[in-house]
């Protein structure tokens, strides 16, 4: 099964600080990167996604930056606030995008 | 629009048990997953169904794993028999054809004694 590692495993920040996850991949078939964000009792919901033909998406405070070369994603979050506090993990799909492989998750706590 | 809907949120079995988990997807969508999501492990692929027809069984999960899309609206996970080391949260989540997003429901978060 192709791989799709995520760090750091966790993370704090200061409010107002500025948050950065990465995700590396295996596949260089992979075209379409999402990262879901998960809150503790809840299933995780899509937040942002890039398709492999673009660098960077910007949603908000939130950017993700795709770099083809070296396969890695990443995630910035700016301005973070307490109520970002959860999980995030990115994903790729394979197989004819039927399905996905998803990374083990970054813990995130922002504190104020 | 109703989500995902998970049932029961909560389940807690002896082990050897029969356990069946349900979940309802969103109203139109084609295709339905089952995860199972656990710290170490993280999000694992169970099954994956197509317009009902089972298009992936999991591989390791065959044995005591057993999927089932009733009609569009209706999927089960049936897990027989329960062993302490299923326990985890079981996420079903639904996607519309052609598109990429997947909708998860809250979970059912599975003890097993």
């Known amino acids: 099964q192709q791989q799709v590692r995520q760090s750091p495993q966790s993370l704090t920040v200061w409010e107002g600080g500025t948050t950065v996850l990465t995700c590396s991949y295996e596949d260089s078939t992979f075209n379409y990167f999402p990262w879901y964000q998960q809150f503790p009792g809840e299933g995780p919901a899509l937040l942002i996604s890039i398709l492999s033909v673009s660098d960077k998406k910007e949603d908000g405070r939130f950017t993700t930056f795709f770099n083809k070369r070296e396969k890695k994603l990443s995630l910035h979050i700016i301005d973070s606030q307490p109520g970002d506090s959860a999980t995030y993990f990115c994903a790729a799909p394979y197989t004819g995008n039927y399905k996905y492989v998803f990374g083990a998750g970054t813990r995130l706590k922002v504190i104020a | 629009d109703a989500g995902v809907t998970q049932t029961p949120r909560h389940e807690v079995a002896e082990k050897g048990q029969t356990i069946i988990l349900k979940c309802e997807p969103v109203s139109g969508h084609n295709d339905l997953f089952w995860y199972r999501q656990t710290k170490i492990q993280g999000l694992e692929l169970l099954s994956y169904?197509?317009?009902?027809?089972?298009?992936?069984d999991g591989g390791a999960f065959k044995d005591r794993f057993k999927a089932e899309m009733l009609n569009s609206s209706f999927s089960t996970l049936k897990i027989q028999p329960t062993e302490p080391k299923d326990s985890a949260v079981y996420l079903c989540a639904s996607r519309d054809r052609g598109q990429n997003t997947l909708y998860f429901g809250a979970g059912t978060r599975l003890s097993v004694l």
């Open positions: 169904f197509r317009s009902k027809s089972l298009m992936e």
